[in-house]
């Protein structure tokens, strides 16, 4: 089995400013700039056979080249957090790519994702942060702006868990725009 889901990288320029964020919030475990990327669906664990199937069918999928940029910062678990992010600026462009995403995940079988699409990138993880801490730190972070950068592909990770963080590993590759 794979743990799959299908993301697009945050470009390497952008790194440096989003560590900077990720300080003075107790609890958080802190994800490395290597795992930073912007979810467009997550499909949970497949046999190889699936993977080879979801691999084809994201193949298919045609979208242009698109400008991002992350804003802000927010939070998922209101009454106990669960996880830091730096919000992206959510564009069409972005939500089709990720409703054909989706569409690839059904057409494969996969039951519908519950959960509505909301692009971020993952700081941390929490672990007993109180909703008051994860307030006060992101208060003076919600003006956070990047630069401007174009994805010009996604890919499709599988995700390995061990000591430490979890490694991602892009298994396919997809060109963005014609």
């Known amino acids: ?35 930073f990327h912007i979810t467009l669906r997550f499909f949970g664990d497949l ?41 992206v600026r959510e564009t069409d462009e972005l939500r089709a790519l990720s409703g054909q995403c989706e569409r690839a995940a059904r057409r494969l079988g996969l039951l519908p994702d519950r959960r509505p699409f909301l692009p971020h990138v993952t700081l941390a993880y929490l672990h007993g942060t109180t909703p008051e801490e994860v307030t ?14 174009w994805a010009n592909s996604f890919h499709l990770y599988s995700s390995h868990s061990g000591k430490g963080p979890s490694r991602y590993v892009a298994e396919a590759d997809y060109v963005l725009g014609d």
């Open 1 to 35: 089995m794979y743990r799959m889901f299908a993301a697009l990288p945050v470009d390497p320029d952008i790194g440096p400013g989003l560590k900077a964020l990720q300080k003075g919030l107790s609890g958080a475990s802190w994800r490395p700039e290597r795992n």
């Open 47 to 87: 046999t190889h056979e699936l993977a080879r199937d979801l691999d084809d069918l994201l193949g298919e999928i045609r979208a242009p080249e698109m400008e991002l940029r992350l804003e802000g910062v927010g939070w998922f678990g209101k009454r106990e957090p669960s996880a830091v992010w730096a919000r």
């Open 136 to 149: 006060a730190w992101a208060e003076p972070r919600h003006a956070y702006c990047s630069e401007a950068f």
